[in-house]
């Protein structure tokens, strides 16, 4: 075997840091498991009454709530995503291109509060469109958009679109040319080269970037709790109602382990589907 | 294998080999294995590479030649066997503690030095004082005719100027052994030639001990001192190379180096060291050592390099008969491709250096071919017959 | 002509809230309106000036630099391991550190303030850094990783043949050619722990506050412009920080979205 300097040195810190996460989740898992107390930090024994509870239909249906944003967001997310994702790798400007991934890539660094507070100002009753519209006579009063699943997905769509842009365009930078103009040479027209090599070759992108993009809607709660105004509910803010208000910890726990199941669950859904889609690939 | 069995071998080997002429080695390879997974790289290698001297590994890609040069180096271990630097045991010392040179095929220069630190990374790596380091590096740009150069990045230079600070940073601490990866592969055509003559130039003013490794048989013959053809993980042959294009030592170094035509023939007699052959209607001297176990009346495969051959002349004694198929033009020579079923599966290969061949042998026209000199070479017939084709490297 | 349309809308829909939130920013009046009536700068005052977001900006400098360093120190040395070496429970190590990405953020908060609430743990800075440092480890380790694939191992061979030791291959090839791959994680690194907010939410307590948490909070209580005014500035410096990041590193090749040659 070859000589592995260093070795103990370069792996102990992250294992340490991979074992100090797991000892988190195990510790969320623990609690889930655990009675609540009212009005004590302290929890009680084993039970699996927080299971139970979550199939109240309250419950059951925050948690259809969020499947179906998450959904919803993944697939607006895609389709808005695609074009500029393959703008930015077909671009023959550098200043364009440079320009492009720039616009596309900051709102993924801006935060979600920012970010949140962005759209409040865009859709809010006295806010961007409404003063617009109202200015232009097309309406004669404000139009509720704010606490509506629609104004939440449309800012979820706004958080996730940066890195399905940056998953997609590494999927299409790697598709070589070539196959397009192969297509093209043996009498496809542009647009049935595109659907019928470069869709299908960018495949594992696009579930990659669906996966993430899940993932991440799955997560935000800035943006349901500010734009959704207690209207429009996910598992994250039941979770912090529970948690940091009501200190309900047991409870927030087991929705998180059903929550991170259901994550899990979709991820390995998609996986699966990819499974056949994979051959395909570029690699 | 178990190690024990690989031990009991290699003492064999150190038996048979003359302990005397060690002194006389530079790197020194005692049956030598190496092994990935299932995959045997290289087996049972032993060679030894004389001190001062030019060693081609010559081999097709996959044959085991970058493995033992990988091996010399120190990037790859031994799984059994050993090896010697100037006669010190090296297997278990590091490739850092090896004071070896080595020119890599795209050469490695580091992108983020000057040239000067590239070539005096080595000088540096050895505690060198400063205006001692660069002096050196000013002596090794100067040993490889490149100059001026010091202050720019690799990328700025050509291929070939590429080549040259590669050259001077495995020179520079005056390595035991110089290792080169193809070093020429990436170099156009013309380049390559003017490159190929400057190296050899500067290996033998330097009397640096060598090993180079090339694919490209015409590079190993006009480079080498003696070349080690390797195949399948094996050295089929080591010599000069004059030794290896007229005494191959079997099939595969006849066909590899070299151009070669090989012709069904039959054993007829054989007398003390030589044997006589059959090839169509002539009767052609050939060593006997490759045929001890063939039988007069039995098939041979006669290996007959192209400048060999040639079209019979008025009164001549024709060998075969055959039919032009194609030309093939060369500028200072014709290559000119004969349909000779009776002796040769695929065509014949004749060489000619007359100016008209091609409108003096038309093609379609019949024409009579004769063997020229003694050069031919006669191996036993491959079992499944069917005429080896023309192959060139 | 209707792609370029379709890019052109789909961009413009990216930049709107930025737009917008400029525009109110420069609105005298506390309630928004469009087009402001009378411009003014004194929400950008206002803004500075409040304590929540001073002490916020300060904590969270701390928290991501604290983090960032952290995650770069282990991401490097793991993805090398990763990349070069072959140990005991390598690909669980990896898959659980990576998984961070796909757990939900709140999911990842709760824990970490149980788990330092049961082992006795002061909602202090350190449990806001180790939680962040488990965030942003698996864009470390992915940048370094890319750049370790990248670079030629021919370079470090070559290095060993002219008598480097593996350390001092480490220090004079390795490192120095990684360096554009560990800036880069760095920075990303430091943005995305500077902007982490819900798995914060969790973490943090008044004293070690960051500026996204202070920034909810303050939505939460107050509607002027305020905000507003600090999410300019924010996005300002993001933007400024990643066009110069574009420039001197290829923001594309860290992104891994350049087509290949």
Same mark, same amino acid.
């Given at each position: 075997m070859k000589p592995q300097p260093f070795l103990r040195i370069f792996v102990s810190p992250a294992a340490l840091c991979a074992l100090g996460f797991l000892a988190a989740m195990a510790t969320v898992l623990q609690y889930s498991l655990r009675a609540y107390v009212p009005g004590s930090l302290d929890v009680g024994g084993f039970t699996l009454d927080n299971f139970t509870a979550l199939l109240r239909p309250l419950y059951a249906r925050v948690f259809l709530d969020t499947v179906w944003i998450c959904f919803l967001t993944a697939a607006c997310t895609l389709i808005v995503a695609y074009p500029v994702a393959y703008a930015l790798v077909h671009a023959q400007n550098r200043l364009i291109k440079a320009a492009i991934l720039v616009i596309a890539v900051t709102p993924l660094f801006?935060?979600?509060?920012?970010?949140?507070?962005?759209?409040?100002?865009?859709?809010? @009753?006295?806010?961007?469109?409404?003063?617009?519209?109202?200015?232009?006579?097309?309406?004669?009063?404000?139009?509720?958009?704010?606490?509506?699943?629609?104004? +939440?997905?449309?800012?979820?769509?706004?958080?996730?679109?940066?890195?399905?842009?940056?998953?997609?365009?590494?999927?299409?930078?790697?598709?070589?040319?070539?196959?397009?103009?192969?297509?093209?040479?043996?009498?496809?027209?542009?647009?049935?080269?595109?659907?019928?090599?470069?869709?299908?070759?960018?495949?594992?992108?696009?579930?990659?970037?669906?996966?993430?993009?899940?993932?991440?809607?799955?997560?935000?709660?800035?943006?349901?709790?500010?734009?959704?105004?207690?209207?429009?509910?996910?598992?994250?803010?039941?979770?912090?109602?529970?948690?940091? *208000? !009501?200190? @309900?910890?047991?409870?927030?726990?087991?929705?998180?382990?059903?929550?991170?199941?259901?994550?899990?669950?979709?991820?390995?859904?998609?996986?699966?589907?990819?499974?056949?889609?994979?051959?395909?690939?570029?690699? | 294998m178990s190690s024990l069995a690989a031990e009991r071998r290699l003492e064999g080997h150190a038996e048979t080999l003359p302990t005397s002429g060690s002194d006389d080695a530079s790197v020194r390879l005692l049956g030598t294995c190496k092994r990935f997974g299932a995959v045997t790289a290289l087996e049972d290698a032993t060679i030894s590479v004389r001190r001062g001297e030019?060693?081609?590994?010559?081999?097709?890609?996959? $044959?085991?030649?970058?493995?033992?040069? @990988?091996?010399?180096?120190?990037?790859?271990?031994?799984?059994?066997?050993?090896?010697?630097?100037?006669?010190?045991?090296? %297997?278990?010392?590091?490739?850092?503690?090896?004071?070896?040179?080595?020119?890599? =095929?795209?050469?490695?220069?580091?992108?983020?030095?000057?040239?000067?630190e590239n070539v005096g990374y080595g000088l540096r790596m050895r505690g060198i004082a400063k205006p001692d380091l660069k002096r050196r590096v000013a002596e090794a740009l100067a040993l490889v005719r490149l100059t001026g150069v010091e202050d720019r990045r690799p990328h700025q230079l050509s291929g070939g100027q590429q080549q040259r600070v590669a050259l001077a940073r495995a020179l520079v601490i005056s390595p035991r052994v110089l290792l080169l990866d193809e070093p020429f592969s990436a170099l156009d055509r013309n380049l390559r030639a003017s490159m190929q003559i400057e190296i050899k130039e500067i290996q033998r003013q330097l009397g640096v001990t060598t090993i180079f490794v090339t694919h490209d048989q015409g590079e190993a013959l006009s480079l080498s001192d003696r070349i080690a053809v390797m195949f399948e993980g094996r050295i089929r042959q080591v010599g000069t190379p004059d030794e290896i294009y007229r005494r191959p030592a079997d099939r595969f170094v006849a066909s590899f180096v070299g151009d070669?035509?090989?012709?069904?023939?039959?054993?007829?007699?054989?007398?003390?060291?030589?044997?006589?052959?059959?090839?169509?209607?002539?009767?052609?001297?050939?060593?006997?050592?490759?045929?001890?176990?063939?039988?007069?009346?039995?098939?041979?495969?006669?290996f007959v390099?192209?400048?060999?051959?040639?079209?019979?002349?008025?009164?001549?004694?024709?060998?075969?008969?055959?039919?032009?198929?194609?030309?093939?033009? =060369?500028?200072?020579?014709?290559?000119?491709?004969?349909?000779?079923?009776?002796? $040769?599966?695929?065509?014949?290969? +004749?060489? !000619?250096?007359?100016?008209?061949?091609?409108?003096?042998?038309?093609?379609?026209?019949?024409?009579?071919?004769s063997i020229v000199g003694t050069g031919a070479i006669a191996f036993e017939a491959e079992p499944d017959q069917r005429g080896g084709e023309p192959r060139s490297g | 002509m209707v792609g370029t349309l379709a890019v052109l809308a789909i961009l413009g829909f990216v930049i709107l809230p930025a737009v917008v939130v400029t525009l109110a920013a420069f609105n005298d009046k506390a309630i928004l309106a469009f087009p402001p009536e009378t411009w003014s700068w004194r929400w950008f005052a206002t803004a500075l000036a409040y304590d929540d977001f001073r002490s916020g900006c300060v904590n969270g400098l701390i928290v991501a630099g604290w983090a960032s360093s952290i995650a770069l120190l282990?991401?490097?040395?793991? *993805?090398?391991?990763?990349?070069?070496y072959a140990f005991p429970l390598k690909r669980t190590i990896e898959a659980v550190l990576l998984s961070s990405l796909v757990v939900p953020h709140f999911t990842i908060g709760l824990g970490f303030l149980i788990l330092a609430a049961q082992i006795g743990w002061a909602r202090g800075f350190a449990v806001v850094v180790a939680c962040h440092v488990v965030l942003v480890l698996p864009f470390v380790l992915r940048s370094v990783y890319? !750049?370790?694939?990248?670079?030629?191992?021919?370079?470090?061979?070559?290095?060993? !043949?002219?008598?480097?030791?593996?350390?001092?291959?480490?220090?004079?090839?390795?490192?120095?050619?990684?360096?554009?791959?560990?800036?880069?994680?760095?920075?990303?690194?430091?943005?995305?722990?500077? %902007?982490?907010?819900?798995?914060?939410?969790f973490v943090t307590a008044q004293r070690t506050q960051t500026l996204p948490v202070a920034m909810y909070n303050y939505v939460r209580e107050y509607a002027d412009p305020s905000m507003a005014a600090l999410s300019v500035m924010y996005i300002l410096a993001t933007a400024t920080l990643l066009t110069v990041a574009n420039a001197y590193l290829g923001l594309g090749k860290v992104l891994n979205v350049e087509p290949r040659r």
């Open positions: 801006l935060g979600e509060v920012v970010r949140t507070y962005s759209w409040i100002v865009v859709l809010g @009753n006295n806010g961007f469109i409404n003063s617009v519209l109202l200015k232009l006579g097309l309406i004669d009063r404000p139009l509720q958009i704010m606490f509506t699943t629609f104004a +939440v997905v449309t800012a979820l769509v706004h958080v996730t679109l940066p890195v399905m842009v940056i998953m997609l365009a590494a999927a299409l930078a790697h598709i070589d040319p070539a196959y397009e103009r192969a297509a093209q040479s043996l009498g496809a027209g542009p647009i049935r080269a595109f659907l019928s090599v470069t869709l299908p070759l960018s495949t594992p992108g696009i579930i990659a970037g669906v996966a993430t993009a899940f993932a991440w809607t799955f997560s935000a709660f800035a943006t349901p709790q500010l734009i959704g105004g207690g209207q429009v509910n996910m598992i994250s803010n039941l979770v912090y109602q529970l948690g940091l *208000a !009501s200190f @309900n910890f047991p409870f927030a726990a087991s929705l998180s382990v059903a929550g991170l199941a259901l994550t899990f669950a979709v991820l390995s859904l998609l996986r699966v589907a990819a499974r056949p889609l994979e051959r395909f690939g570029p690699h | 030019l060693m081609s590994l010559l081999g097709p890609s996959g $044959c085991g030649k970058t493995t033992l040069l @990988n091996l010399v180096a120190g990037f790859l271990a031994a799984d059994s066997g050993q090896i010697e630097i100037d006669g010190e045991r090296v %297997n278990d010392i590091p490739t850092y503690k090896r004071e070896i040179g080595m020119m890599f =095929q795209n050469y490695a220069l580091f992108p983020h030095m000057s040239i000067a070669v035509n090989v012709l069904r023939a039959r054993l007829d007699s054989v007398d003390g060291g030589l044997a006589a052959v059959t090839l169509g209607r002539a009767r052609i001297s050939v060593s006997r050592e490759p045929l001890t176990r063939v039988r007069p009346g039995d098939r041979v495969d006669l390099r192209p400048e060999q051959v040639r079209f019979a002349q008025a009164g001549e004694p024709i060998a075969v008969e055959g039919t032009v198929a194609a030309h093939i033009y =060369q500028g200072d020579h014709v290559n000119l491709y004969v349909d000779a079923p009776e002796v $040769c599966a695929s065509r014949l290969l +004749v060489r !000619s250096l007359e100016p008209d061949a091609i409108t003096r042998w038309p093609i379609g026209a019949r024409v009579g071919v | 282990v991401g490097t040395a793991f *993805a090398f391991a990763l990349d070069r890319v !750049s370790l694939r990248n670079l030629d191992q021919r370079l470090e061979l070559a290095a060993a !043949s002219l008598g480097a030791s593996p350390a001092r291959v480490l220090g004079t090839v390795t490192l120095p050619l990684l360096v554009p791959g560990l800036v880069g994680g760095w920075l990303l690194a430091a943005i995305l722990s500077f %902007n982490e907010f819900t798995a914060s939410l």
